[in-house]
Structure formats: structure tokens, C-alpha cells
């Protein structure tokens, strides 16, 4: 079995639609029918695969496969494979506020969503990126979850994709081989990678006596339901936004976060209010 495909574990068949896609991004991928093998981290930890995908149906969410067992068996595979990249595919509505408790909140899973469509780049940027290796490349570790094999844009992008739901501790960096003053996932998204080429701006404002902000109250249409996205480092569920990037027009910031942080484009009705707070020194 390839060992950077994706597992399976389910108790009815995958969509051919996400099959195909996986394997349109050359990952492979192995399906463990529940019916007919009932254990499924025996069979993990023969295959080693590096992503897996558990996918629940309606009738395991109501009774055949309590969600305690679901948080198990994701704690069980991280013991096996601590860079092991989780998800869980749930039937289309079904996401319960309990099913988000336990795989959200217990940092159980990395992606949770009744999408097929939502875990195709996860994947790839979780599996393909050890594989996209220039020889010059220099090669990291990632201190938190040992995985190999990265160079410093591979670790840049890992670092959010697989620990952004951690909460924020001082690991030391395999790049600058030291403990960096800010949060470890701060550091590596400000100083190294695409930031620390200057080809990206850095997310700090540090040099600015006036921070601005957009933020966005958006509201679905269909059940009238409102929007919050999880913040990093698990730290809570907020509105989707950010900083006003400079020269940027507020409407514009919103529409480029909402897209940034939750893959949505938004119809703007228009601006509910506008805060202004004067601190010592600065403004925001």
C-alpha cells in the first residue's frame, strides 16, 4: 500500500467523485468497509498511510458508531502516526453541534466537513508536499509532529494545515535552530517561507500607528444561519476578517478574508458600523 495515500474507514462506499479527484492529485486510495472489518486501526497500522478520511453515515451518527468511538479512533490513529492528517466526511447537513465538540474542540480532527470538494487541497498539500523536492532544498523536521522530509515552504505550509488548532507554545525552530520569542506558529508564518523572502506581506502591523480592521457579519440565505470561523490556535470561533491590508479599500478586505478564511464570496448589503478606539499609541 502507499504509504502517502489515503485511508478510508467507512461503512458505506466513498463518493467515486472524491476517488477521482485524490487520484487526479496522484494520491492513492484504499477503502476499509466497517461491515466487513471491525477493525480499523489494526489495519492503520499495517498500511502507515499518512491521511485518513472517516467517513460517517446517517445511520452511524444515530446510533451504530457512537461519535466517543469516532474521537477514539482518531486519538488512536495519532498515537500510531503522530503526523498522521485527519478527516472526517459526514453525511450532507448532518453536522451536529456534538460531532463539532468532540472532533473540533478535542483537536481530534484536522478537517470536518459534509463537502467532498473540501478535502481535495488539504490532502494534497498534507500528502504531495514531502514529494515536491528540489535537490537544493534544505530538509526539516517539524518539532511538533516529527514529520520529515520538508523543506522551509513545505514546513511553512504545514505548520497551519496540520497544527493551526493547537494552542500556541514556543517550539524551536528547525530553520533558525533556536526558541523564537513569539508563538512558534507566528514565527514560522512571519519570518520564513514566502513572508520571509518579502513576497508576501507579514501579518503584523507593528510599524503602523493605525490598525485597521474588516469584519464580516454574513448570514445564509437558506436557514438564516450566521457564519464564524475558527480562530488559530483553537482559540475560540469569531467572525470571519482581518487586517485592511495598505492601500486597500475596507469592502475589498472583506471580500478577500471571507474568501481567504472561509472560501466564500460574499454579496456585501453594506456596512453595519464603523468603531474607532484610541489607545496610547495607536489607533484602531
Given at each position: 500500500m502507499n504509504k502517502f495515500g489515503v485511508l478510508v474507514i467507512s461503512r458505506a462506499p466513498i463518493a467515486e467523485q472524491l476517488t477521482q479527484q485524490l487520484?487526479?492529485?496522484k494520491i492513492s486510495v484504499t477503502q476499509l468497509d466497517l461491515d466487513s472489518f471491525n477493525d480499523?486501526?489494526?489495519?492503520?497500522?499495517?498500511s502507515h498511510t499518512s491521511a485518513v478520511i472517516l467517513h460517517l453515515t446517517e445511520q452511524t451518527q444515530e446510533g451504530g458508531y457512537p461519535l466517543d468511538q469516532v474521537n477514539q479512533y482518531l486519538q488512536e490513529i495519532q498515537q500510531i502516526r503522530k503526523d498522521a492528517f485527519l478527516c472526517v466526511l459526514c453525511e450532507s447537513g448532518k453536522i451536529t453541534a456534538s460531532l463539532r465538540t468532540i472532533l473540533v474542540y478535542n483537536n481530534a480532527a484536522h478537517v470536518v466537513s459534509d463537502k467532498l470538494s473540501d478535502f481535495v487541497v488539504p490532502l494534497d498539500?498534507?500528502?504531495?508536499?514531502?514529494l515536491r523536492k528540489?535537490?537544493?532544498d534544505v530538509i526539516y523536521e517539524c518539532p511538533i509532529c516529527t514529520k520529515r522530509f520538508l523543506s522551509e515552504d513545505d514546513l511553512w505550509v504545514h505548520t497551519p494545515l496540520y497544527h493551526g488548532k493547537h494552542p500556541n507554545q514556543k517550539w524551536p525552530c528547525p530553520i533558525?535552530?533556536?526558541v523564537?520569542?513569539?508563538?512558534y506558529a507566528v514565527h514560522m508564518r512571519n519570518s520564513h517561507g514566502p513572508v520571509g523572502r518579502g513576497?508576501?506581506?507579514e501579518e503584523q502591523q507593528s510599524k503602523s500607528v493605525l490598525h485597521s480592521y474588516s469584519l464580516v457579519v454574513c448570514q445564509r440565505e437558506s436557514d438564516s444561519k450566521y457564519l464564524l470561523v475558527q480562530e488559530n490556535a483553537s482559540s475560540g470561533?469569531?467572525?470571519?476578517?482581518g487586517a485592511v491590508d495598505y492601500l486597500e479599500d475596507p469592502l475589498q478586505a472583506a471580500h478577500r478574508e471571507a474568501l481567504e478564511e472561509a472560501s466564500i464570496h460574499l454579496d456585501i448589503k453594506g456596512i453595519l458600523r464603523v468603531e474607532f478606539s484610541q489607545y496610547h499609541n495607536y489607533s484602531r
Open positions: 487520484q487526479a492529485h480499523p486501526i489494526s489495519f492503520y497500522r499495517q498539500l498534507a500528502i504531495n508536499t514531502s528540489d535537490k537544493k533558525c535552530r533556536s523564537p520569542k513569539r508563538p513576497e508576501i506581506q470561533w469569531w467572525l470571519p476578517g
